[in-house]
């Protein structure tokens, strides 16, 4: 399993437009193979921010890869430069290799990818 999120630094007073902007958004990610889960997560609000990341969860990495390689990846984010939400920088990439997992059972699974 592989978890890649994106962490946004949203400009104070464009957090509404942000999340219309997500709410709003066509889905791609089920068209592909190897898709799991997706969340938006709003976090903590900071002076000069509030943060968002989005974080999706997939079957490994190469699933992921093609995910950014696809038709349906560049339909995704087409239209990503006419946005009106104010960043105080672009997004920050971060991916990561599930290497222990644990069900709402308490089962776990060491190396789970």
């Not at 007073?13 to 902007?21: L, Y």
């Amino acid at each position: 399993m592989y978890i890649a999120m994106n962490r946004f630094r949203v400009v104070p007073g464009s957090e509404e437009a942000f999340e219309a902007q997500w709410a709003n958004r066509q889905g791609r990610l089920a068209e592909v193979p190897g898709y799991l889960e997706f969340h938006m997560l709003k976090g903590p609000k900071a002076e000069d921010h509030t943060l968002y990341a989005s974080h999706t969860v997939w079957a490994d990495q190469d699933a992921f890869t093609a995910w950014t390689k696809s038709e349906q990846f560049r339909a995704a984010h087409a239209r990503a430069g006419e946005s009106k939400v104010q960043y105080l920088s672009g997004p920050h990439f971060e991916g990561f290799e599930v290497i222990i997992q644990e069900d709402s059972t308490g089962k776990r699974r060491a190396d789970a990818a």
